[in-house]
C-alpha cells in the first residue's frame, strides 16, 4: 500500500500537469470552432505571443507552487491573511508600473482592504 502513495509536491505537480493538458485540449477545440476575440490567432503566436504565454504559464505554475509550500509551512488562516494583503499590493503596483490613475475612492478601498487584513 505505501508503494502507491504520493507526496505532496508529486501530487501538485500530477494535478498541474493534468490541467495544463485539459486547458491545451479546450484552447485547441476552441480554436477548432472559431478564431474570436481573446483568442490568439497564428499570426499573434508567430509574432512573440507565444513567449509571452510560455512565461505566464511559468510564473502561474511557480506561483502556485510557492503558496502550496507556503501552505504546508503555516496555518490556512495566516495563508489566507497574506493572500488577501496581497491584492492590493498587487493594484498598487500596478498602478505604479503603468501609470493608471487611481481614483479617490479607489485609494479607499485599496487602504481599507490592507488594514482590514492586518486589524
Same mark, same amino acid.
Given at each position: 500500500?505505501?508503494a502507491f502513495?504520493v507526496d505532496?509536491?508529486?501530487?501538485?505537480l500530477?494535478?498541474?500537469?493534468l490541467g495544463?493538458a485539459a486547458? %491545451?485540449a479546450?484552447? %485547441?477545440?476552441a480554436w477548432?470552432v472559431q478564431?474570436?476575440? /481573446?483568442l490568439?490567432t497564428?499570426n499573434?503566436?508567430?509574432?512573440?505571443m507565444?513567449a509571452?504565454?510560455l512565461?505566464n /504559464?511559468?510564473?502561474?505554475y511557480?506561483h502556485?507552487?510557492?503558496?502550496?509550500? @507556503?501552505?504546508?509551512r503555516?496555518t490556512? @488562516?495566516?495563508?489566507?491573511?497574506?493572500n488577501?494583503?496581497?491584492r492590493?499590493?498587487?493594484?498598487?503596483?500596478?498602478a505604479?508600473q503603468? /501609470?493608471?490613475? @487611481?481614483s479617490l475612492?479607489n485609494?479607499?478601498?485599496? %487602504?481599507?482592504a490592507?488594514l482590514g487584513?492586518?486589524?
Amino acid at each position: 500500500k505505501s508503494a502507491f502513495q504520493v507526496d505532496d509536491f508529486n501530487l501538485f505537480l500530477q494535478v498541474s500537469v493534468l490541467g495544463a493538458a485539459a486547458q %491545451a485540449a479546450s484552447l %485547441a477545440a476552441a480554436w477548432s470552432v472559431q478564431s474570436g476575440p /481573446g483568442l490568439p490567432t497564428y499570426n499573434d503566436l508567430r509574432g512573440g505571443m507565444c513567449a509571452v504565454l510560455l512565461v505566464n /504559464g511559468a510564473t502561474f505554475y511557480a506561483h502556485s507552487q510557492l503558496s502550496q509550500m @507556503v501552505l504546508t509551512r503555516v496555518t490556512a @488562516v495566516t495563508h489566507s491573511v497574506c493572500n488577501s494583503v496581497r491584492r492590493p499590493l498587487m493594484s498598487i503596483a500596478g498602478a505604479i508600473q503603468f /501609470g493608471n490613475d @487611481v481614483s479617490l475612492l479607489n485609494a479607499f478601498g485599496m %487602504a481599507m482592504a490592507t488594514l482590514g487584513t492586518i486589524l
